[in-house]
Nanobody, 124 residues
Framework: QVQLVESGGGLVQAGDSLRLSCAAS????????MGWFRQAPGKEREFVGA????????YYADSAKDRFTISRDNTKNTVYLQMTRLTPEDTGVYYC?????????????????WGQGTQVTVSS
């Protein structure tokens, strides 16, 4: 069983930056591709970005390209989401997810593990 705990959310202003963290409970964290997702009020959860097991490849939703960066530190069992130039449209609960298959993470389907989420609110 892998437990994921997100942190780093908060209230920021438009144009600000924020870094989210997702800590995993297991040492086999490096066996899992990781992803970030978000859910805005009244909307479906959507994919933000994903990173492969060794961190060698990343993939982003169009809304995140050029503004968000995913990275991971397998020695700390932690994946990060660095967000820049935030806008009110980035407001939502941000979740991390993990799965052995990178494709599952990219599609946000059948993920083996999810965190509880951290709230990000961007004021205009």
């Amino acid at each position: 069983q892998v437990q994921l705990v997100e942190s780093g959310g908060g209230l920021v202003q438009a144009g600000d930056s924020l870094r989210l963290s997702c800590a995993a409970s297991r040492r086999t964290f490096s066996d899992r591709a990781m992803g970030w997702f978000r859910q805005a009020p009244g909307k479906e959860r959507e994919f933000v970005g994903a990173i492969t097991r060794n961190g060698g490849n990343t993939y982003y939703a169009d809304s995140a390209k050029d503004r968000f960066t995913i990275s991971r530190d397998n020695t700390k069992n932690t994946v990060y989401l660095q967000m820049t130039r935030l806008t009110p449209e980035d407001t939502g609960v941000y979740y991390c997810g993990a799965d052995r298959l990178f494709t599952n993470v990219v599609h946000g389907t059948n993920l083996a593990y999810w965190g509880q989420g951290t709230q990000v609110t961007v004021s205009s």
